[in-house]
């Protein structure tokens, strides 16, 4: 058996943090962190608040996403890394594609009548696109009738825009009945 995190003093939590969020495939939970590194999860989101605050003026980022994190390159960096792996820039995305994703990011989890209502049109072809893009994914069925799908943003969402956590992006604030003129900053209205 290895020894801990904490019965070494050659390594601190941060170095060991690191280093797992290195080699991980893909996004982990607090919890995995804490048995690999044999200490309490409130140790291991302390050390994440601190990891991510050291990483400000570095090329990675900590994202946060269901409860599970893992390492993204900065987001500043990206045309840099597109072309140091010789990738096409990320294809633009249609206004339909931005509009149905913002409304997935804040509505979530919202079934496809749901996106329909709000944006006015039917948004299977969005939704097909925006789905083999890996940027929303079904995370349920609806209890009603009919048990219709619920999507919600995926990792890739958030690494597609530059984000860590859901929480990151702009308030959503809804228009007062009857306000008029601009409006104001606001992303989005009902």
Do not use: C, W
Request: glycine share 12%.
């Amino acid at each position: 058996m290895t020894e801990g995190i904490t019965k070494n003093p050659t390594f601190t939590l941060l170095a060991g943090l690191e280093a797992l969020l290195f080699v991980a495939a893909g996004p982990v939970t607090l919890q995995q962190l804490a048995d690999a590194l044999e200490v309490k999860t409130s140790e291991i989101e302390f050390g994440l608040q601190q990891l991510e605050n050291f990483m400000q003026e570095h090329g990675l980022r900590i994202q946060r996403h269901g409860g599970r994190v893992q390492f993204t390159t900065a987001p500043e960096l990206s045309g840099a890394v597109e072309k140091f792996l010789g990738l096409d820039a990320f294809a633009r995305l249609s206004r339909a594609a931005l509009e149905t994703m913002a409304i997935i990011a804040y509505r979530q989890p919202i079934t496809r009548p749901g996106i329909d209502a709000i944006r006015g049109v039917n948004s299977d072809g969005v939704l097909k696109s925006l789905l083999s893009k890996g940027l929303v994914q079904e995370v349920g069925r609806a209890e009603g009738p009919g048990r219709p799908i619920l999507f919600g943003v995926t990792p890739d969402f958030l690494q597609h825009f530059g984000i860590s956590k859901l929480d990151d992006l702009p308030p959503f604030e809804t228009l007062e009945q009857g306000e008029t003129g601009s409006n104001n900053g606001r992303l989005l209205k009902d």
